[in-house]
């Protein structure tokens, strides 16, 4: 399995995946890469952004689904649209900063050709030199191209660049769950973006990044010099109450392994699955004044207290995002390389909660997500480290094993088991499997597409 | 009292910048004053420090967190240390109220950390706060602007 010189087969991109282990390629080779960004990062559902963020018509954001550069913009009529970025004509980014206003129409900085915010040509200068050329038959007349399928869901944008495909329900089943409770968090049902995200660059294999997410038995040890260091101070310091922010914040990572295998897992269909399901590290935050009378005016005492008892902490929707409904945070894990990632840490103001609900949810990111964290940092360090160990010839294969039933498990199924399972990481690469090797094992003519 | 002179400002920047480069950050945490924050803007020309997303907006609960972090055994990402070095532009000194004790600083420098064979550079402009308490200038509040402060990072692990 090591890089050899014919195209990878959809055999190749099984042979990697064993119930209790993965090859070391799936983080390190520069092919299988490749065709991540060609099938897995085409035929799943990606988060593109929020619609908070393109308020207005004629609103646009820059981003990437997997290495395709995109914008996503508010078209004339209201609707959010995800085109590609790049000019028609001869290639050039149509879009280069990271927000702004396009009005009524995109317009390429090269030659001038113009777009509709619905990606549709508009015009193109000087148009009689293209007559009699046969360009109104070529893709390139046809404009800036939309992606295959975007769906808002709640304020959240997600896309699929393959034309075909699952459905957005399809894909994600009942793991809509977590984002439900995340938007229910706000009296009026609605979030807004609340500034730009932490941008954080990762030199590790993306996935990397997901499987911690849900790896609960790494806190207590990677974060010890944090977490450990802050219940110091705070004890030095005669066990003041309230306890300082960052005590509220860091501390519950040094909870014992007790607590978070009673935590529970939740894992669903497709590779999504959260962390949290009978508790987490978010429950025990103090009360903000007036935010519970706030949702019992909108939703009613029952409906409110069940609203906010789900304390669920880490959800995973595959392949690339994380959300923390509690406190209305997204992480968006960007591949740029097999040992490249950019990590786009996100917020979300509660419409309609007080303010200081969304104080805490900016110091949590910034406490623990930012390149200048003291929590980051040993996390970094750790992928970093995996990254560069996986060069090592002395075993290829990188071990899930935790809680792993020998005779194979189903993940076609909802489940929810002990919170240190390592379960979720596998039902990742189950999904990982499916959807890269999908589009490799059926070309749309219906005989196996060269990898490669 | 004498009123306090632009020069013994312009050390007191100096000899901050000598303290973080040198490591000694105990005396470092000396240098502040209880309720004070450290913070680094995420965005350029951030005004919020609260309900958007900042680098760093530190209390003295936090600064002595990092700061003892930093010398914990198993601090694994500062294994080996990091080193950094600050450059520093003359400060310009924008307020002077000898009544309130209270001065506000502005100074420009290049930040430069390493750590095995990587090392960076990090341009950035920092806003003092000083108060004299007891006849010592102290640090009220701290401002870093970074000039790439919406840039993405790797691991910024020391103070610039």
């Not at chain 1, 294999?205 to 450990?228: F, I, R, Y």
């Not at chain 1, 669903?268 to 935010?291: E, F």
């Not at chain 1, 919170?419 to 005989?447: C, I, P, V």
């Amino acid at each position: 399995m090591s890089e050899r010189h014919h195209p990878l087969s959809a055999e190749d991109i099984d042979a990697m995946i064993e119930g209790h282990q993965v090859h070391r390629d799936v983080y390190t080779s520069q092919r299988v890469f490749d065709l991540e960004m060609r099938h897995l990062f085409a035929n799943t559902w990606v988060f593109v952004g929020h619609d908070s963020q393109t308020p207005n018509k004629g609103d646009y954001y820059t981003t990437q689904i997997g290495n395709q550069p995109v914008i996503q913009v508010r078209h004339s009529d209201g609707e959010i649209k995800v085109l590609h970025n790049r000019c028609p004509h001869k290639g050039t980014k149509i879009a280069i900063d990271r927000e702004g206003n396009t009005g009524k129409f995109f317009r390429c900085p090269y030659h001038a050709w113009s777009f509709k915010t619905n990606g549709c040509l508009l015009a193109i200068p000087l148009k009689k030199g293209y007559e009699g050329t046969g360009l109104e038959n070529t893709d390139n007349a046809k404009g800036m191209k939309p992606v295959g399928a975007v769906k808002n869901y709640r304020g959240f944008i997600f896309a699929r660049l393959a034309e075909d495909g699952i459905s957005f329900e399809d894909f994600f089943l009942d793991s809509l769950s977590s984002i439900d409770n995340m938007v229910d968090r706000s009296p009026a049902g609605r979030l807004e973006v609340a500034g730009p995200p932490l941008r954080y660059m990762h030199k590790c294999n993306w996935k990397m990044l997901v499987e911690n997410q849900t790896d609960t038995c790494h806190p207590m040890v990677a974060h010890e010099s944090s977490a450990g260091t802050a219940v110091k101070i705070w004890e030095e310091l005669g066990n003041p109450e309230p306890r300082p922010p960052a005590m509220q914040i860091i501390a519950p990572f040094m909870s014992p392994y007790e607590f978070f295998e009673n935590m529970g897992i939740r894992t669903w269909p497709n590779g999504h699955g959260h962390t949290g399901v009978h508790h987490s590290i978010h429950s025990d935050y103090s009360a903000i004044p007036g935010y519970f009378e706030a949702m019992c005016d909108a939703y009613g005492e029952d409906r409110a207290k069940a609203i906010l008892d789900e304390n669920r902490h880490n959800t995973i929707y595959f392949p690339s995002i994380m959300v923390k409904g509690p406190i209305q945070q997204l992480r968006n894990f960007i591949p740029l390389g097999p040992d490249k990632t950019l990590v786009e840490s996100y917020i979300y103001r509660l419409v309609d909660a007080p303010d200081q609900l969304l104080a805490r949810t900016a110091m949590y990111n910034r406490m623990i997500n930012a390149p200048t964290s003291i929590v980051g940092h040993d996390d970094l360090e750790m992928y970093e480290r995996a990254q560069e160990g996986l060069m090592s010839d002395g075993l290829e294969w990188v071990n899930l094993q935790r809680l792993y039933p020998v005779d194979g498990e189903d993940f076609s199924e909802e489940a929810v088991e002990n919170g240190t399972t390592e379960r979720q990481m596998r039902n990742q690469f189950d999904a990982w499997r499916k959807f890269m090797t999908a589009t490799m094992r059926h070309s749309a003519l219906g005989t196996p597409e060269a990898a490669e | 009292m004498n009123p306090v002179t632009k020069e013994e400002l312009i050390d007191f920047i100096y000899a901050e910048a000598r303290l973080l480069d040198e490591g000694h950050y105990d005396d470092w945490l000396a240098l502040w004053l209880p309720d004070g924050h450290y913070w680094m803007p995420l965005d350029y020309k951030q005004s919020d420090p609260h309900l958007v997303t900042s680098l760093l907006y530190e209390d003295m609960f936090m600064l002595k967190l990092r700061v003892e972090r930093l010398n914990g055994a198993r601090t694994f990402s500062q294994k080996p240390k990091s080193r950094c070095h600050h450059v520093i532009q003359r400060p310009f000194v924008d307020e002077m109220d000898h009544e309130a004790g209270r001065y506000v600083t502005n100074t420009s420098m290049h930040y430069v950390e390493t750590r095995l064979d990587d090392q960076f550079l990090l341009a950035l402009t920092a806003t003092h706060e000083l108060k004299r308490v007891e006849g010592q200038l102290r640090i009220a509040n701290k401002r870093v602007d970074l000039l790439n402060s919406d840039a993405a990072f790797g691991n910024i692990q020391l103070l610039p």
